[in-house]
């Protein structure tokens, strides 16, 4: 279990919203914004892994990406090291580039397939360092073989490779300026299952030799649960809970974790036919209409009363293990929040 | 593992190009049009071997001679070589394409990939300027900065450049935008990349084919249109054997002496025609979907 006692944070994430913009109109007025990401806390420590989880669409993607960068952030900040980046101009931000880099969902498009293997993993080389041309082949080749590819195919095409190579190639670039945080995105859905194993086992070795920190985005619960060691679970563009794996897994305190994780496959036919499933009613929210209160108060089994008028905090609710719903704050809070205007 | 024992490999673009022309020589239409161009480029590398008389030399006691004779196509009304003057012509036509394409290539992409890229503000400004030299049809509008500048072959390469980049520029900036949100864009701006970099690096190659077969099938109606100004007067001025101009002059005997006209023509025909299944074959050829199989 990861230490985290001695651990430092990395990367701290405060409140970091991200809403896209909806103009209509003649006038091409705004009229209302797309809430991707809204208002999302969490920490990443370093060395450690943090799964990102949720359904298709809840934001978890863009919220990797926000946390790189590659959004212009609404709100909030993003400190990584000890700077917020959330502000930063691109010019600021290619300095700070090489300590964090990003593993795509899709190893297809996300190398250029006008670019050689060699091409693709020298990129970053050429842009941050000046290598002479034998001391980057040299670096490449490392690379290569750290990834597991063969260094014959440093000339060839990424139409030629597999999926699985594909990705050990968008790894080995990720790798190329030796970062410090990895945001993996989804890095194996669009995968094979066999192949999956291998990324994933992949993705740990690397850890372990490069200690790397990765934020892990996945849907695949049972994936998230052997890579990561923390996990937060995401909900129409909140963090609904954030806990250490083992008492998410075991334990978990929300109303839409608890949904989740029910919906996982029991290999076990005869535990199978014991399990019981927490289905959810009706279909997620437009995130560019929330509904007032708890986001997920149109589907919760448990909804109460105050879940329609008032949006939950985000707090602690055992050590280490936060949570955004009603059921879980003490009385006193409760008739507060029912007395409240 | 060293760069000893690994097979030699051709260079990519060579293996490509090599694949591309064998691709164009297996359907007949597009074989047509690159036999065409070849022969149209080795006529005005050696024209001074091919041509039989001086194009510009008159001999007047020998006007409008009907072909055959020592004249293969006959003689124009001041008893020039036809043949001759055709053959020289190419020149003229091949200068046209080469310098209109070199000018309308890069401007179309740099237009287009800039405003696909940026978007926003950029785009507003750059598509409405290409949007305002769209609204004119090509030929009025080099008919009127030829009409500004003065009547004279460069002025009408000129001309024909500055109607033809916007069909360019509306295409790379449509392929841009397929483009500007791919995974790969996103990695190259994760390293650090500034927008100019990601555009020369990764967005004007992707652009490149489709623009390259826009510009092939272009080349007919830039050889058009210059035969057009030619014949207008405001291309190339006489005596240089431009084949629109060649018809111009040719016009008025026309009825009597159809040779005069008629050469010239089916060059224009036959050239512009090449260039137009070459832009066809090259679609087929260029296609990305193709690329697999190369």
């Known amino acids: 279990m990861f230490d985290y006692a001695n651990a430092d944070r990395l990367v701290e994430v405060v409140d970091l919203k991200l809403h896209f913009p909806v103009y209509s109109g003649v006038l091409r007025r705004q009229t209302g914004a797309v809430k991707a990401v809204d208002g999302v806390t969490f920490e990443i420590y370093e060395g450690e892994t943090l799964g990102l989880v949720g359904e298709s669409g809840c934001g978890k993607s863009t919220c990797g990406r926000a946390v790189l960068r590659l959004y212009e952030v609404t709100d909030g900040s993003i400190t990584i090291e000890g700077t917020d980046i959330a502000t930063w101009s691109p010019e600021e931000l290619r300095r700070v580039r090489p300590k964090m880099q990003m593993v795509f969902q899709d190893p297809q498009a996300s190398l250029n397939p006008r670019m050689t293997v060699s091409g693709i993993i020298g990129e970053p080389l050429d842009e941050h360092t000046s290598l002479s041309k034998k001391e980057k082949l040299a670096r490449i080749y490392e690379l290569m073989d750290a990834v597991g590819l063969n260094r014959d195919f440093a000339h060839r095409y990424p139409h030629e490779f597999s999926g699985g190579q594909r990705q050990r190639i968008g790894i080995a670039r990720a790798l190329a300026l030796n970062p410090r945080f990895i945001v993996c995105d989804e890095p194996i859905a669009a995968l094979d299952v066999s192949i999956q194993a291998q990324v994933v086992n992949l993705l740990e070795d690397l850890q372990k030799e490069f200690g790397l920190t990765y934020l892990f985005i996945s849907h695949d619960l049972s994936m998230v649960r052997h890579i990561a060691d923390r996990v937060a679970v995401m909900y129409l563009g909140k963090i609904v809970e954030l806990a250490p794996r083992d008492p998410l897994y075991n334990e978990p305190k929300h109303p839409y974790t608890q949904a989740l994780l029910s919906a996982v496959p029991e290999p076990d036919p005869n535990l199978e036919a014991t399990t019981q499933r927490i289905i959810l009613e009706g279909d997620v929210p437009s995130p560019a209409n929330p509904p007032e209160g708890c986001n997920f108060c149109t589907r919760c089994p448990r909804v109460m009363e105050i879940c329609h008028r008032i949006d939950p905090e985000f707090r602690e609710i055992a050590p280490g293990h936060y949570a955004a719903c009603h059921l879980h704050y003490d009385h006193d809070d409760k008739n507060a929040g029912e007395t409240a205007p | ?294």
């Open chain 2, 1 to 294: 593992m060293t760069a000893a024992t690994q097979p030699r490999r051709m260079p990519q673009s060579l293996i490509a190009l090599r694949n591309i022309l064998a691709f164009l020589m297996r359907s007949p239409t597009s074989a047509f049009g690159l036999v065409v161009l070849a022969i149209l480029i080795l006529t005005a590398i050696f024209a001074p071997l091919l041509a039989t008389h001086d194009p510009y030399v008159q001999d007047l006691q020998n006007t409008l001679q009907r072909p055959g004779n020592g004249h293969l196509f006959g003689t124009d009304e001041l008893g020039r070589d036809i043949y001759s003057r055709l053959v020289y012509g190419s020149r003229i036509t091949l200068t046209i394409i080469f310098l209109v394409t070199i000018v309308v290539g890069p401007i179309g992409l740099l237009v287009g990939t800039v405003s696909g890229y940026f978007g926003g503000w950029w785009d507003t400004v750059l598509m409405r300027i290409t949007d305002i030299f769209l609204s004119f049809p090509s030929l009025i509008l080099s008919l009127a900065f030829v009409a500004a500048l003065g009547p004279s072959l460069n002025n009408a390469i000129i001309a024909i450049s500055l109607t033809a980049w916007p069909p360019i520029a509306r295409l790379a900036r449509a392929e841009t935008l397929t483009f500007r949100a791919a995974d790969y864009i996103s990695a190259a701006r994760l390293q650090g990349a500034s927008a100019t970099r990601i555009i020369w690096k990764s967005i004007m190659p992707m652009c490149l084919p489709s623009v390259m077969i826009r510009l092939t099938l272009n080349m007919a109606t830039v050889i058009l249109t210059a035969a057009g100004l030619g014949f207008l007067g405001l291309g190339a001025q006489p005596p240089l054997p431009e084949w629109g101009a060649m018809i111009a002059t040719g016009r008025r005997y026309m009825i009597d002496h159809w040779w005069l006209v008629t050469f010239p023509g089916l060059a224009i025909l036959a050239v512009s025609l090449a260039f137009n299944l070459l832009g066809d074959g090259l679609r087929d050829a260029l296609d990305p979907k193709q690329m697999n199989k190369r």
